[in-house]
């Protein structure tokens, strides 16, 4: 058990607790039933008492007795049938199997007071094997221990209270009663241990099932999400380049040659894009394997932003007039890759237009930060400082925003959000698994904010070490100001 | 060979709507096209094709859409409708409509197949449009 990993043992509890619950169901209404019969009829037999004027005998005294602890075991009884009803798993164990098991005590108690270590009381001692067997169905395994140590104490209690109140030593018959009734107690005790113990592991056994099945389906679920957004990825380049050739060996005799030419160009264009398609999905595992195979050096954050915002692929992101606000300080500089920092922040600045309306402006920011500890992230690179300086890359759009409930699975392969599959917008769902790759890779970590809420779009953040002559930057903080240089298909580049 | 048959293609992806306009063109179809469901619509009342060749996934207007606009209108109900499709199972969401669509074309097509597509269906002979009406007509009387 102490093997079992957490996801099981939630497993065996709700499990256990059914358990439980399913019996539970069945027995308090039956011992309040049986109870309440036993009241009735003590009830009656005081009456008659009442009647005969027999109640000052030692008779009618343990009659009232009777009555009264029936008529409060009965209120018990009827407690736990309603904490069953309302699924209240161990109040209603509880209410069955202590008050039951003090009853017993009390009874046996009382009796061997009276009568001494007579044949009536040992046979009362019974009631403990029925306590014990209660608690090991109906209670865990805490209940079980106590319910049979009280049920212990109770039975030799008993044998003492006679042999003190009578003036006499336990008998020899009376002696191997009670060892009899210890080790027959022991033995159910052992056995309903073994029976709770023996379900714990298959129990646990079972969870492991389910688990491997949950990741299955969800396996299943993605290799679906893949099929459906590849098969659209696929289909439309490949119906490009066949129209494209279709249309150059059956053009017309007096198609001029330029004509020609171009449908021959623009079917090679169709089978770069197949090209590159097929790349990115089989690369996807090349790059998980190779992603830190690199020689960390600094990397200036805004040279490689502008180096970005000129790979970005004008037909996927939409060649629109976008603006795109820039504030990054000039020598914010990370300790990295110059092409994997690239690929980040080309993927990010492309989701970033692709999924937000036309004319609404992405917003990109940069600025140095102390790693929060506490929230960890997988750290391969330079993992010694526990608060070391980060530069951190926001990248802010207005688009639909992200369901907070699908963001953590947006950074897994081949995962695209049900909307944007449904929608017109291409992608394979490998460009934020990219961007948590190489990002860890050069011990960062990134992640998304976002409300969901649409318009309020989302916020892309990447936390990358600071390269090591950056600590004098921190200290002077200049507030250099850089703009575009080049000109870009987008709109309004400024670096505020 | 009589008045060349007439195809409004609508499509959201230029670059297809390119290959496909050319190719018909060059085996002799009137090509008319839209890059939008709604646009689509607007084309077909102008234009009166006798086919229409339709994307599924477009934004606003979508094919599904456009074939229901199209079929719900005894004016346009008898009109071939063939849809172009990358998902296969797209052939599931139209099964609903009253009067269906007269081909699923699976996507990579090549124009000289599309071609021989839309003959076939423009080819439909006057008896199976009656039909068609007939059926619109029991149906918005029911």
Redesign the interface.
Known sequence: MSTMLPAYARIFADYDRQRRLNLLRIITPFFYIVESLFLVSSFLLLLGGVVGGRLGSPQGFALIETTISSAVINVVYGLAWHAARRGQVGRASWLITFPTTLSFMISCVAQSARDGPSPLVLSLLAGFVVVIALAGALGGRGQLITITALSAIGAVGTMLVAAALHGDTLGSVQMAALAFFIVADLAEFAIFLAVQQSSRVSIAQLGELRLAVERAEQLDDLKNQFI?SV??EL??P??????????LV???PTTPVERLRR?AD?ALQ?AFRLRRLVDSILDARRMDQHAGEFDPAPVNVLDALHAAIQLIDPAEAKLVERDLHIAMPADLTIQGETIRLQQILTNLISNALKYSPLGSPVTILGQVMPEKTGETGKRSVAAQASARMMAEITVQDHGLGIPPDQAPLLFNKFVRLPRDLA??VVGNGLGLHLCKVLAEAMGGRIWVESSGLPNEGSTFHVLLPLASTADAYIASSPTAIVTAAAPTPYGVITNE | MNAPIKVLLVD??E??ID??E??LT??GFAVVVAYDGAAGLERFIEARPDCVVIDV???QLDGYQLVRALRGDPATAAIPLLILT????DQERFKGLAAGVDLFL???????EIAAQIRRAVLIDDAERERRLHHLAEEGQG
């Open positions: 459906s098969n659209h289909r439309n490949i119906m490009g380049m066949l129209g494209h050739l279709d249309n059956n053009a017309p449908n623009r169709s929608s017109t | 959201d992806n670059d297809l290959v496909l050319e190719g060059n085996q996934k477009m934004p990358a998902l296969p199972q699976l996507k990579p097509q090549t124009p000289t």
